[in-house]
């Protein structure tokens, strides 16, 4: 069990904790989940008070985060909840509620250390009723850069890096990057298969596994998420940058409506209309992440669509094309295809301007074969080998013409 993170009764996962209401007006509270990670740690209250009336405040000697909700009452079974967390956060201790006064409920965050704290409510979307949200930030960010260099760090006999490896004409050194965005993640759990297998776990450890397979050939292999926690569309394209990767590869399991729909697919982004109504429909669903994960849209005039979807070049298309093309050549080896070619949509995540960049659905976790397949181990170290390959194909592709 990651022991950063324990829920009560043992299962693994996030802090989950669900109770009956009463009939008289208090904050009728639904759940609790934390999801602690390095980049900052997630706390989501789900409740089904409207128009909370909250102020927030820090103290010190301790160190905690306070904060008053108005004209509500305490719970006991909420009470109840909270005592009984049990959890190991890099900046959260303890988290006590309690009745202020009379109309005052109070929720005490103790902390471990200075934060930035960023709170804020979000409406109820897809299964998820309202929601307060406690984000715990670090002081000073978590630079993505500076942690891939301290792990990379140069090696002293460079001739080691120019040795070719199996089957391949070239050999890259460490100083190619690429990102690895294992989709969905925390409070967005992603497509969720007949079985309950999320899409934000699949992911992931197929991620890890074509991180492992990508560093065999000294390839400096960069995840945006490396835990079951929430990231925002547009961080994840701005921590790709951040490391100045050379390649995007974001990495999802397909759904749809009926249980027969099947097979591996690889999107890109498009520079007018998706390539197909299903392409549309997917590409709508996946930039709905940020909604269902949990962002802020404030006065900031922070928009997902306008921030995102504004800047691809041409150069970035057709190098991406060429890339998902590869990709999905590779994936027919070990999966059959959605679709014999890869198609186009307006995917948010894509929309790094200057780094070729690509979607994978991996299969159709709606499928209950391709669902018993995905939890696989063996299964998804195909995946992973298969999407290696492609990528290796591709930039052995990309060297020959180069080099005339």
Request: no cysteine.
């Amino acid at each position: 069990m990651n022991n950063r993170r324990k829920l009560i009764f043992g299962s693994p996962g996030f802090f989950l904790f669900g109770f009956h209401q009463n009939s008289y007006s208090s904050f009728d509270v639904i759940a609790v989940r934390i999801w602690p990670a390095k980049d900052y740690t997630r706390i989501a209250i789900e409740h089904k008070q409207t128009n909370l009336k909250i102020n927030t405040f820090t103290l010190n000697d301790p160190k905690r985060l306070v904060l008053d909700i108005k004209n509500n009452n305490l719970l006991h079974s909420f009470q109840s909840i909270v005592s009984n967390l049990e959890f190991q956060d890099e900046y959260l201790e303890k988290i006590r509620v309690g009745q202020f006064n009379k109309n005052t409920l109070r929720v005490v965050f103790e902390l471990k250390q200075t934060v930035k704290p960023k709170v804020f409510s979000l409406k109820p979307i897809a299964h998820y009723q309202n929601r307060l949200v406690i984000d715990l930030y670090p002081t000073k960010p978590v630079d993505p850069l500076l942690t891939l260099l301290q792990k990379y760090k140069p090696k002293a006999n460079t001739s080691k890096n120019l040795t070719k490896k199996p089957n391949q004409s070239f050999s890259y050194q460490n100083d190619f990057t690429i990102a690895l965005d294992p989709g969905h993640g925390g409070e967005d759990p992603g497509a969720v298969g007949k079985r309950g297998t999320l899409e934000k776990n699949v992911v992931l450890e197929i991620s890890k596994l074509l991180k492992l397979q990508l560093e065999k050939y000294d390839f400096k292999v960069f995840l945006t998420r490396d835990a079951d926690y929430f990231i925002p569309l547009n961080n994840r394209v701005k921590k790709a940058r951040r490391v100045k990767a050379d390649l995007f590869v974001s990495i999802h399991a397909d759904a749809w409506i009926e249980p027969d729909a099947r097979g591996s697919s690889v999107y890109v982004l498009s520079d007018g209309g998706a390539s197909s109504t299903s392409a549309k429909w997917l590409a709508k669903k996946e930039n709905l992440s940020d909604l269902i994960g949990g962002v802020q849209l404030n006065n900031q005039g922070y928009s997902v669509a306008k921030t995102l979807l504004d800047m691809s070049t041409t150069a970035q298309i057709k190098d991406s094309s060429a890339l998902g093309r590869s990709v999905l050549s590779n994936l027919s080896n070990v999966n059959i295809l959605h679709k014999k070619d890869i198609e186009r949509a307006g995917f948010a995540v894509l929309k790094a301007p200057d780094i070729p960049s690509i979607l994978i659905e991996t299969a159709f976790i709606s499928n209950p074969n391709e669902e018993i397949r995905l939890q696989n181990y063996g299964y998804q170290n195909k995946l992973a080998s298969a999407i290696s390959r492609g990528i290796l194909n591709y930039l052995n592709f990309k060297k020959k013409t180069s080099t005339g």
